[in-house]
């Protein structure tokens, strides 16, 4: 059984930057995918950020240039590289695992594995 476990949320200002992380434990299909989503108040949970098990990544517009998803050597570990942070991005924070591809945007319905979620505020 997969178990996705994520940093503790913080607050940080606008401007700032902050880095998160999830800690996969159990087996899975070596060619799986991961990703971050983030549902704020009143919209939908969606991807912001994925890596293929290639090492390929893919982000929403929004977050280009600012957020870089990544895995450790051992791959036992994602995570989120937030930087210039703005109000907008706060949400609550999810990581996600499948073995099909997932796409930086998605809604992740099918996906099978997730994390409980962390909060993330951005203050102005």
């Known amino acids: 059984q997969v178990q996705l476990v994520e940093s503790e949320g913080v607050s940080v200002q606008a401007g700032g930057s902050l880095r998160l992380s999830c800690a996969r434990s159990g087996s899975i299909y070596a060619g799986y995918s991961m990703g971050w989503f983030r549902q704020a108040p009143g919209k939908e949970r969606a991807c912001v950020a994925e890596i293929q098990s290639d090492g390929t990544t893919d982000y929403i517009e929004s977050v280009k240039g600012r957020f870089t998803i990544y895995k450790d050597g051992a791959k036992s570990t994602l995570y989120l590289q937030m930087d210039n942070m703005k109000v907008e991005d706060t949400a609550m924070y999810y990581c996600?695992?499948?073995?099909?591809?997932?796409?930086?945007?998605?809604?992740?319905?099918?996906?099978?594995?997730w994390g409980r979620g962390t909060q993330v505020t951005v203050s102005s």
């Open positions: 996600a695992a499948d073995i099909v591809s997932i796409r930086a945007g998605s809604f992740g319905l099918s996906i099978p594995y």
